[in-house]
């Protein structure tokens, strides 16, 4: 039943989320990085090849030359900013549905990913520029080729051989100049295509795929050719020492990448609560144990979230003096949690059938183990990319979970869906909007806007700014000239 397309509603879906989009970035504080990318250091950086002296620029001396390029960009031309961010979060909505299957529910549940971020993936790359910039567009752009492959596993009819060759040769060059892990990712994704092709589907090798892969390594060694991956950094840190890779994992990481993706666990364990009953024999003791263990989960991390939910996390979102005992049992339930989802994924889905989803939760894991023995810098948006894969998972999880349902009870559920999508885009864009607003009355005190103090309040919904909307993180001479400029002026 999922496998029907959404016959046509595809093109009023996306124009629409376009529109979103374009507006939202209007409404989007900057903070931060896009304060120094878009003054004097990032001048400075940008004239002698994003190379400075790691005392002083640290991190924001790295070859992430087309990150780098965009976020100084955007940050002097808000059309150009608005622009980028609709096409591009637009573009991985509509890949997240072309390899889920092109379904109805499948638009929907497309539709409702950004509307199930935990604060940190909201925080630091939903409402923040910079975030976008080097996390979104190079997404996209891997997850279009990964529709390319589809397609060609599927015996779908390719485009123009020549022209897609040459397109997604400069889609992997010019995505690979972002963010280091994802440059990483795009050789080893260009790699496995080509043997999967060759030894599991019987496809006849495309010149497209040698030259994304053929992309994906020239970015690389553009990239790690840069001097400062070269020398001594107080800012990049890896810690090979067993513990503090088990310290960082149990009291910060695992919440990140785990626990409080509540919304996709929790409809990953129903699902597989519904695959498991329906496909499995009735007196079959591993359908018992599959239903059990998942209702116990389902339970457990609606009470672990409503336990964190009662302590507060910092700028960073890290959650400081929590108990031992506590997250101990946390770190070692994500463990059991992820081999009972890879148990439940082997025993229930065909893998050749279903490669997308063996793939996706294979680069959830992938994505998120460099980050495990990285000490410095650490963040929630390190695992944004993992996350994104998780979710396509999740999907697919629920559209073979949906197969067993009658298509009136499938209609219902798409309705439902869709309202829930329309209720959280009003709620998030109106928390923007007053965001947005309450920060221009703010920006305009005077002891901030002479630099004798910091801003004197925070706007009414944090999480919508990056780091809680920390007042630090504010610029007054951004703001003076700011304040300077008439509407046309800010726009362009």
């Given at each position: ?93 509509w890949c997240i549905w072309k390899l889920t299957g092109k379904s109805k529910l499948a638009l929907i549940l497309s539709g409702l990913f950004i509307f199930t971020f935990q604060d940190g993936y909201i925080s630091t790359v939903l409402a923040w520029n910079a975030g976008f910039i080097n996390y979104i567009p190079p997404l996209a752009l891997m997850l279009l080729f990964l529709t390319f492959i589809k397609d060609l596993y599927d015996g779908d009819k390719l485009y123009n051989p020549l022209l ?329």
């Open positions: 039943m999922q496998s029907k397309t959404s016959k046509g509603w595809e093109k009023i879906f996306f124009p629409i989320v376009f529109v979103y989009f374009f507006i939202f970035r209007f409404l989007v504080i900057p903070s931060g990085d896009d304060f120094f990318w878009g003054g004097a250091q990032g001048k400075y950086l940008m004239e002698h090849g994003f190379y400075g002296p790691q005392k002083i620029y640290g991190g924001s001396s790295n070859g992430r030359w087309i990150g780098n390029l965009s976020e100084i960009f955007t940050v002097h031309h808000l059309i150009f900013a608005m622009l980028a961010y609709a096409i591009f979060w637009t573009l991985l909505l897609l060759a040459v397109f997604t040769f400069f889609m992997s060059l010019v995505g690979g100049l972002f963010v280091e892990h994802l440059t990483l990712y795009q050789i080893f994704i260009g790699v496995v295509v080509i043997l999967m092709g060759r030894y599991v589907y019987q496809t006849k090798f495309e010149w497209f795929e040698g030259s994304y892969l053929l992309g994906a390594i020239i970015s690389a060694a553009i990239m790690f050719s840069h001097p400062a991956y070269h020398e001594k950094s107080t800012y990049r840190n890896t810690n090979f020492d067993i513990h503090g890779i088990i310290n960082n994992y149990f009291y910060i990481t695992h919440y990140w990448f785990n626990t409080l993706n509540l919304i996709v666990n929790v409809a990953l364990l129903i699902a597989i609560i519904i695959i498991a009953t329906n496909k499995l024999k009735q007196s079959s003791k591993i359908k018992f144990g599959i239903n059990t263990v998942s209702t116990l989960f389902i339970v457990y991390y609606f009470v672990i979230n409503f336990w964190l939910s009662k302590h507060n996390y910092d700028q960073f979102f890290m959650y400081r003096g929590l108990s031992s005992k506590i997250t101990l049992i946390d770190g070692v339930m994500t463990i059991v949690y992820w081999l009972f989802l890879i148990f439940c994924t082997i025993y229930l889905f065909n893998p050749k059938k279903n490669y997308v989803l063996y793939f996706s939760l294979f680069t959830y894991f992938a994505l998120i183990s460099p980050f495990i023995i990285i000490i410095s810098p650490i963040n929630s948006r390190e695992f944004f990319t993992a996350y994104v894969f998780l979710y396509i998972a999740a999907i697919l999880y629920i559209l073979k979970a949906t197969n067993y349902f009658a298509r009136p009870t499938v209609k219902n559920l798409r309705l439902v869906m869709a309202i829930i999508m329309m209720v959280c885009a009003v709620n998030v864009g109106y928390k923007m909007t007053a965001n947005y607003h309450a920060n221009l009355v703010r920006v305009q005190d005077e002891r901030f806007l002479s630099g004798q103090a910091q801003l004197p309040n925070h706007v009414p919904y944090r999480k919508y700014v990056l780091s809680n909307d920390a007042l630090l993180q504010q610029s007054s001479s951004y703001w003076q000239e700011f304040l300077k400029e008439s509407w046309l002026q800010r726009l362009f």
